[in-house]
């Protein structure tokens, strides 16, 4: 049985008195232990889809469409969004843990990060008797030199790398069974990102904690994740392993996001040229009918003026395209 279960979820968002589709019909599982990412350009609904995953979204603006987010726990599975508040309130930090894209805009700049980590322990593990000793022992699992002295700083005092490992000291602060990390190495140079996989990968290995990853980042994804999922405009385009899918990519949309990874091999790229995919992500308010991605593909034909399904094209490898598929 999957640790976590999304079907056929959709959100709306209330945009000028009219309910806008922001996420709509998607399904993905996790397993315990699973690395999942997420990948797709901005604005096509990937951290949207994560925070519903403790049911973080405001209500209003947003909308629970429909779907449902199925939680195990010992053999018993609840529906996320059909949870009390103070049910809620025992998942979030507690069961599933969020590393947020920026550490220097999360953390509080007027606590020391020790008080900080010690505030989500105080409220899950009330039981626990060395608070400090534990943030201690946190930061030193996560890489901090000198934990005991760096307990006391403040945010400012460390650097973007360092206040990121924080960020991860205080999601695992809880052992969540589920870590979503939203862009958890933006803003962060190359040795440092390459850390930040290694350490999460490490973590994964030592706790079993299942990560969901958002990125942008290709190179991240074949890293760091045994499975992909490929978002376009609030939709799953494609969905497998990334043993499978990296080497055979089938929706155009996927491609395109292959095809602009700069390859210095090539002469264009050592000239500085890269290859893009035309247009822009559309808008919640203007989104084309039948395939979302039809405006934007170099493959569009009549038939992409009605809506494909996301079908099974190979064993465990899905594709949202007329291309594929017993009808395309």
């Known amino acids: ?27 993905f599982s996790l397993a315990k232990g699973e690395v999942l990412a997420l990948v797709g350009e901005s604005g096509c609904g990937k951290s949207v889809t994560c925070l519903s995953l403790a049911k973080l979204l405001p209500e209003p603006p947003a909308r629970y469409a429909s779907g ?3 939680l195990e726990d010992k053999g018993k599975t609840s529906d996320v969004l059909k949870l009390h508040p103070r049910e809620l309130r025992k998942i979030r930090g507690g069961r599933i843990a969020y590393i947020f894209q920026e550490p220097s805009v999360s953390l509080n700049p007027v606590f020391r990060i020790g008080e900080q980590i010690a505030e989500a322990i105080e409220l899950h593990r009330p039981e626990l008797e060395d608070i400090r000793g534990e943030v201690v022992a946190l930061l030193r699992q996560v890489g901090i030199s000198e934990p005991e002295r760096r307990v006391d700083a403040y ?11 924080v960020m991860i000291a205080m999601a695992l602060a809880c052992k969540p069974e589920i870590l979503v990390a939203d862009e958890p190495t933006t803003a962060l140079d190359v040795t440092i990102q390459a850390q930040m996989i290694d350490l999460i990968a490490d973590l994964r290995e030592k706790t079993g904690t299942a990560v969901v990853l958002i990125t942008h980042d290709l190179g991240v994804v ?13 939709q799953i385009v494609e969905y497998g392993s990334v043993s499978d899918l990296f080497p055979t990519p089938l929706h155009p949309y996927t491609l395109g996001l292959m095809n602009s990874i700069p390859r210095m091999s090539e002469p264009a790229a050592r000239e500085g040229f ?25 493959e569009a034909f009549p038939l992409c003026e009605r809506a494909p399904m996301l079908e099974e094209v190979a064993p465990d490898h899905l594709c949202r395209c007329w291309l594929y598929g017993e009808k395309g």
């Open 1 to 27: 049985m999957p640790l976590l279960s999304v079907e056929k979820l959709s959100i709306d968002f209330l945009m000028r008195g009219s309910w806008l589709p922001a996420v709509s019909d998607v399904s």
């Open 68 to 70: 449902s987010i199925l």
């Open 155 to 165: 945010p400012h005092e460390m650097s973007g790398g360092m206040q990121q490992r």
């Open 274 to 298: 890269l290859e893009a995919i035309p247009g822009v992500v559309p808008p919640l308010y203007h989104l084309p009918t039948g395939c979302r991605f039809r405006d934007r593909c170099p």
């Open 222 to 234: 074949v890293e760091a994740a045994e499975t992909v999922a490929v978002m376009y405009a609030g």
